[in-house]
């Protein structure tokens, strides 16, 4: 059977590819299964201080696989909720725990999960050729992953409420114009510009960049005072690293800095 | 062997529990060597507030279960454990936890006899008792009940979930959550901002506070009212309101 997940390790960067492109790349439990299994070596290798993920073929992630969900008409409901408790949920919370930063590369259209997934990375960069689609609410549902949660925040009360209730596509370029995404490229610099960017952030001060992501994180929900006392011990954490005594003594001595990442 | 780190920072005495292999499991050897250290400490002048702690993961993961499962009626009945529990009860001076990861069962339990908790942003409490068909048995019924009201501490009991950082702190059960490589640097801050007080005051104080478990409100008030008149006879007394009438740092001497 082929791999579901593919990952590939190079310099400090990870690189897991959903792989099921005759579905789009859509979500099985036994894909959600082999991507969790990913995370856990993620999660316990020091070395790998760049997290990618991107679709196999054409497709980035068609979100949920509805063959993979047993729709009998005349049979009793169905618990979504389950699905969702089981896989989707720890797999959003387990990357935004992530101390390092996630870069969702989405080659092509990413829909239903697939999008609301993709748009919850740290840095979400996208080809020409991709599209989001809110598909939920066209099958009677919404949009799960963290989909409610992120969408106002990345694209504002008004085009969240547009998103989420026509379930329209969205292309990269609008997706761009609006602030939700980092990066639109062309699809032929496409993989070069993914690979440099996260090249670029595994030599990077790792330590202080899960610092930063856990503050933005934070500050969805504190209130200025709040994050003022957690930006205090941040920063107090972050000048007990190695890395900040590397760049001190690097931009000193008018060198440029070795990060180790700690 | 010493499975305790004892560790002075000027006034605050810091108590590290270190089983690491056992999930800083509270035996009655461990239970017995705090025991040793806190009744050393209550004699010690030089140190007012203790603050005690386990690592990053773990504070404390309960009791030993293969010394518990040893213990049939009888010698269950003719426990030591509660005396040593006792004892832990009667140190006189503030007790601060600091507590990153989880305190469970007798960990949380020795938590809750602390007075004043904080915690890591991973920590995790609970009283999972009844998954192994026993119950508290050293205050989770009693402590839990009294600083956390009897929705949650029901649900903890009965269900023996435990609960996170942030839910412990909404219900009262710790007063601050700080990220887990400074929560024990916060609780040597807050317990060294204690010991800048009179330690009479701190020791009245303190029994003061535990007294209003133990009886009713008006005897309380009472009570309060005589530990509040017998610091009225200290040294301390005075200079602490005569530096604040003339703007000074005051100097205590402890009596």
Request: charged letters at 20%; a neutral charge.
């Amino acid at each position: 059977m082929m791999e579901t997940i593919l990952s590939h390790s190079n310099n400090g960067v990870m690189t897991l590819t959903l792989n099921r492109p005759e579905r789009l790349n859509s979500f099985t439990a036994s894909m959600h299964q082999a991507l969790a299994d990913q995370l856990t070596l993620v999660e316990r290798d020091d070395s790998i201080r760049c997290l990618v993920i991107t679709g196999a073929g054409r497709g980035f992630c068609a979100g949920q696989d509805l063959n993979d969900r047993n729709v009998d008409p005349q049979g009793p409901a169905p618990d979504l909720g389950e699905s969702v408790e089981r896989f989707y949920n720890p797999l959003v919370r387990r990357l935004a725990a992530l101390r390092i930063p996630v870069i969702a590369a989405v080659n092509g259209v990413a829909a239903g999960a697939g999008a609301t997934l993709a748009l919850g990375c740290d840095i979400v960069i996208a080809s020409r050729q991709a599209s989001f689609v809110m598909a939920f609410s066209r099958l009677g549902l919404l949009p799960d992953s963290g989909g409610t949660w992120v969408l106002p925040r990345v694209a504002g009360r008004a085009r969240a409420a547009g998103l989420a209730l026509l379930g329209g596509k969205l292309s990269a370029e609008q997706a761009e114009q609006w602030g939700m995404i980092w990066q639109v490229v062309e699809d032929n610099a496409f993989a070069a510009t993914v690979e440099q960017l996260a090249q670029h952030l595994a030599c990077q001060p790792t330590y202080g960049l899960g610092l930063i992501k856990q503050a933005l994180r934070a500050a969805e929900t504190n209130s200025l005072d709040q994050q003022l006392e957690l930006e205090r011990d941040y920063q107090r954490l972050a000048g007990r690293s190695a890395d900040y005594r590397e760049g001190v003594s690097a931009f000193i001595a008018k060198r440029s800095p070795q990060f180790t990442g700690k | 062997m010493s499975q305790l780190i004892l560790t002075q920072y000027d006034k605050v005495l810091l108590i590290t529990l270190d089983r690491p292999e056992a999930r800083n499991a509270l035996d009655n050897a461990t239970l017995q060597q705090l025991a040793e250290a806190l009744e050393a400490t209550a004699n010690d002048a030089a140190i007012t507030a203790c603050v005690i702690t386990g690592n990053t993961r773990f504070f404390a993961a309960g009791a030993d279960l293969r010394e518990m499962a040893e213990k049939d009626l009888p010698a269950t009945f003719n426990d030591l454990r509660p005396q040593l529990w006792a004892r832990l009860n009667a140190f006189p001076k503030p007790l601060v936890a600091a507590v990153n990861g989880y305190a469970l069962g007798a960990g949380c339990e020795l938590v809750l006899l602390c007075d004043l908790a904080v915690a890591g942003e991973n920590a995790q409490f609970g009283l999972p008792e009844i998954k192994l068909g026993i119950m508290p048995g050293a205050g989770g019924t009693q402590r839990l009940i009294r600083s956390v009201g009897k929705a949650l501490a029901s649900r903890m009991v009965l269900s023996g979930e435990s609960i996170t950082a942030q839910a412990a702190l909404q219900a009262g059960l710790i007063s601050d959550i700080y990220p887990v490589e400074l929560c024990v640097d916060y609780a040597l801050a807050l317990a060294k901002n204690l010991s800048c007080h009179a330690p009479l005051a701190l020791q009245a104080a303190k029994q003061s506070l535990r007294q209003a478990q133990e009886v009713p409100l008006q005897a309380g008030l009472i009570q309060e009212r005589q530990l509040f008149t017998l610091l009225a006879a200290t040294a301390d007394r005075e200079e602490g309101i005569a530096a604040f009438l003339e703007k000074r740092p005051a100097s205590y001497r402890g009596c």
